[in-house]
């Protein structure tokens, strides 16, 4: 069934010219982007989207990265999107995600791994009420 998802290509995808290879794989899968808009998150933003995370030793850097600079944020629609994203993006871990997929091919760390998806339709979501409240 079609689903809906947040994504966000992260700053340090954008500082290193990677928004368009990264939508692109997006779009060349057949995905669709229904929203797209640069922006930079706030320390409330963040401290909202990683609300399972905030209490975690990696979520001060992490925290610190995410509101470096600015971000793409997007709602992207297909069938399946969010584990059809999931897969693409790949494992958190950069050095450790399979070749083939956006971080394996494109990252090679464990916090600035370029893009963020939701990870199930519940998280997809809320995610989407928090950063797109008007679609
Ligand atoms: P993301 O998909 O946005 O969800 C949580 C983020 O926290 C993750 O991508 C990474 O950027 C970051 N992250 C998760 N685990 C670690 C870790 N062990 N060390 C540093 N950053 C992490």
Avoid: C
């Avoid at 290879?21 to 797209?36: D, Q």
């Avoid at 997007?74 to 399979?98: F, L, N, P, Q, Y």
């Amino acid at each position: 069934a079609t689903e809906r998802s947040l994504v966000l290509i992260k700053p340090d995808a954008v500082r290193r010219g990677l928004l368009g290879e990264i939508l692109s794989r997006f779009e060349r899968k057949g995905l669709v982007v229904e929203a797209l808009e640069l922006r930079t998150m706030d320390g409330e933003l963040a401290d909202q989207h990683y609300a399972e995370h905030v209490d975690k030793a990696f979520y001060p850097p992490l925290k610190n990265f995410m509101t470096s600079g600015p971000l793409a944020a997007a709602v992207i629609s297909g069938d399946e999107v969010i584990s059809v994203i999931r897969a693409m993006i790949g494992a958190t871990d950069g050095r450790k995600a399979a070749a083939g997929t956006i971080r394996g091919d494109l990252a090679l760390s464990n916090r600035e791994n370029l893009v963020h998806a939701s990870d199930s339709p519940d998280s997809a979501k809320r995610e989407l009420a928090l950063w797109f409240p008007n679609l």
